[in-house]
């Protein structure tokens, strides 16, 4: 409703006579009225606008409660990523120590001693794997499968004998990955179509 100020002189014009007769009516503010519906609107806006940056506030916190709690998660995941990365190193030279004692150990060559060595190689190589597997380190095995520049890493090309360009013909050296990430790239030969 518009505030207007009323004068003397528009009540006079209008009729109404304000007196001594009246004592019960007292004159009214317009202008009080109107102040207080001015201050009432905005107070309601800056209610509105307070609720609105407290939602957002809540909504940012609970964003940051939600990043927190998954790098936290993640730590507790992946810590052990740069203690894994050096012991696949000590599996590799295992599985290489392993194989040159296998071929040693032949049925062709009669000594007892070097067939115990490579028994205990594989046996401590079986619980190795064993352990990484129970901490979510997984060899990877890539051989037959596409080439993905997220996992492997490409060394060499070989020609496609029987099998798809693109694929992984073999691994020059195991990759490895903790919980789905990927912390060492597999070594690999990609088949190719054979140019003659």
């Known amino acids: 409703s518009p505030c207007g100020f009323s004068t003397a002189a528009q009540q006079r014009s209008t009729g109404d006579e304000c007196g001594p ?3 019960h009516d007292e004159p009214k503010h317009p202008l009080s009225d109107c102040a207080f519906e001015h201050k009432a609107i905005k107070l309601e806006e800056q209610v509105r606008d307070l609720t609105e940056r407290y939602r957002k506030a809540l909504a940012d916190s609970e964003n940051v409660r939600r990043r927190t709690q998954k790098f936290v998660e993640d730590a507790k995941l992946f810590g052990i990523q740069s203690f894994c990365r050096d012991l696949v190193e000590v599996a590799d030279i295992l599985e290489k120590t392993a194989e040159s ?7 062709s060559n009669p000594n007892p001693t070097l067939k115990k060595i490579y028994e205990g190689l594989s046996l401590i190589e079986a619980k190795l794997q064993s352990v990484f597997a129970k901490h979510g380190l997984q060899k990877m095995n890539p051989v037959g499968g596409k080439y993905d520049p997220y996992d492997h890493e490409i060394v060499c090309h070989v020609p496609a004998e029987g099998m798809q360009p693109g694929t992984i013909a073999l691994v020059t050296q195991d990759g490895y990955k903790l919980h789905g990430r990927t912390i060492r790239h597999a070594l690999v030969g990609v088949a190719v179509e054979s140019q003659e």
Do not use: S
Not at 101 to 107: C, I, L, R, S, Y
């Open 101 to 107: 004692a296998a071929e040693e150990a032949e049925p």
């Open 21 to 23: 007769e009246d004592p």
